[in-house]
């Protein structure tokens, strides 16, 4: 399930810095963006790499820091989260990091025959849809739509160069962005792809945790030694330790017997392994081997955004400060949108700041309350876009409403959004039509962007990439 970084690069390689690498430990060797890098050996942890830069320096450098020139066999590896112009990835590669965000997605259910699917859609509205691996044809999937009474199984093909289509008409990159296209319009499907049902309730094993030893994630309990408790999450504790001699940030599992929040758990896991940017919080390892279950992610001193901007206020915080974790997030989630991945939560207190105050968002691996709304389990409602409250469509775009909502956080220094609005009506007020004022002092360009995130239809929002230009220009003041 997680991704297994030697098929990535081999010995030999030569290697592009995607981002800057300070390096923390000694034995690191410290990049720039577009420092040629030769790989010269594998270690036992398969996210890092002995490197040697064209200076002749050697050390270690982390794997999702570089992208290889060419790849052994001459064909060009997974393009950088910066690049516009999409290159062909061995498709081994693809096929393992699809397979982990298609587990994600809540309306991918992998193995599932056709009658199991025809069960699930039965009693559903018009427009319920799910995708299933096609039994038929292996590899293929199929869209199954229900439509007065009658469940339409359409198989999803590629062609050649791995795009999927229904029609043979428009074909798409992939099933993400097929799914996007008929969550739009029905285009010739029998109906819209309005609701998508919800796979949690009967999932099972969808995360191994096999697979975390064998593809080199999991850290022995041993190596990692806890200091201090620092929070508490869904989860349970957030304790800071070390390991390696570096500070992390270690959450427990709280009740291992629980399967389903194990399988939560590791499911947040898993994508994150898959995700590594900058201005993401980076995971470091899963500890399996004692219960309870440790992830382990980078440990980030200032805490989370909100609670940097409630404790610290208009006298600490500067107008520069505001502006830098909103082009931070911004890159972050400018790299999730490249890579087709919903957030679905996010959020000021989603956000963690680091020792040299750069802003990273945390949580992206799981859509948990999506995933358990049958369960009773709160949305953020205040942050959600009216679609997604409404129809349950998470998109790019439904992150961009929130990411409105979460300048707007900023900008008033970590103040609850919406701050007269109980959370019963808020939903009502917005769709019709009502939107926050500007926050005290908030630049007028930070307030344009708000409203335009705050449009309701999805499709008048901006994404992340036109929205990273647009803060790249804006002045602090
Ligand atoms: P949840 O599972 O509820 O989302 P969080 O991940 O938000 O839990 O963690 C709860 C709190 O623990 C955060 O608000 C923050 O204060 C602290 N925390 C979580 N992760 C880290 C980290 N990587 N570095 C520092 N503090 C963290
Ligand atoms: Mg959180």
């Not at 910066?82 to 997605?105: D, E, G, I, N, Y």
């Not at 699917?117 to 199954?144: H, I, P, W």
């Not at 600490?316 to 957030?343: P, W």
Request: aromatic share 10%; glycine share 6%; net charge positive.
């Amino acid at each position: 399930m997680a991704t297994n970084s030697k098929q990535l690069i081999l010995v030999g390689t030569e290697c592009v810095g995607r981002y800057n690498f300070p390096g923390s430990a000694s034995h690191d060797l410290p990049f720039k963006r577009g420092d040629t890098l030769t790989i010269i050996s594998a270690s036992k942890d398969p996210n890092w790499y002995k490197a040697r830069r064209t200076d002749g320096l050697e050390g270690m450098i982390p794997f999702n820091y570089v992208q290889a020139k060419k790849s052994p066999t001459g064909e060009p590896l997974p393009s950088s989260a910066t690049s516009s112009s999409p290159t062909k990835v061995p498709s081994a590669v693809v096929s393992q990091k699809t397979a982990v965000k298609l587990q994600s997605m809540p309306w991918f259910h992998g193995k599932l025959t056709r009658e199991e699917a025809e069960k699930l859609l039965e009693r559903g509205k018009n427009g319920q849809f799910l995708v299933r691996e096609s039994q038929n044809f292996k590899g293929d999937y199929t869209l199954c739509v229900l439509y007065e009474h009658k469940v339409e199984h359409y198989r999803v093909r590629r062609n050649k160069k791995n795009f999927v289509t229904v029609d043979d008409e428009e074909y798409f990159e992939n099933l993400f962005k097929l799914v996007e296209h008929y969550q739009h319009e029905a285009d010739g499907l029998c109906s819209r792809l309005k609701y998508s049902v919800d796979k949690t309730k009967d999932i099972e094993y969808v995360v191994n945790m096999q697979d975390f030893k064998d593809s080199g994630w999991a850290i022995p309990r041993r190596h990692l030694t806890k200091k201090s408790q620092i929070g508490k999450g869904e989860f349970g504790e957030v304790w800071l330790g070390e390991y390696k001699e570096i500070k992390v940030a270690i959450k427990m599992l709280k009740d291992l017997k629980d399967e389903k929040a194990s399988q939560k758990f590791l499911q947040e896991a898993s994508v994150m392994t898959t995700l590594r940017h900058n201005n993401l919080v980076c995971m470091i390892g899963v500890s399996l081997d004692e219960s309870p279950i440790y992830l382990v992610t980078e440990f980030m001193a200032k805490g989370s955004l909100v609670d940097y901007l409630r404790s610290r206020g208009r006298a600490v915080v500067t107008k520069q400060n505001l502006l830098d974790f909103a082009r931070d997030i911004c890159k972050g989630m400018v790299y999730l949108e490249s890579q087709n991945f919903v957030h679905r939560d996010l959020a000021a207190r989603n956000v963690l700041i680091a020792e040299d105050g750069a802003a990273k968002v945390a949580d992206f691996g799981l859509t948990r309350e999506v995933f358990s709304r049958s369960e009773g389990a709160k949305l953020p409602v205040k942050w959600t876009a009216p679609e997604a409250l409404r129809e349950n469509t998470f998109s790019n775009k439904s992150d961009m409403w929130s990411f409105g909502i979460l300048l707007w956080e900023i900008y008033s220094y970590g103040r609850v959004p919406y701050p007269r609005v109980t959370v019963e009506d808020v939903a009502q007020h917005v769709e019709r039509g009502y939107r926050m004022d500007a926050p005290d002092g908030c630049p007028e360009a930070i307030y344009t962007m708000m409203k335009e995130a705050w449009a309701s239809d999805p499709s008048k929002r901006h994404n992340f990439a036109r929205v990273n230009k647009q803060l790249e220009t804006i002045s602090a003041t």
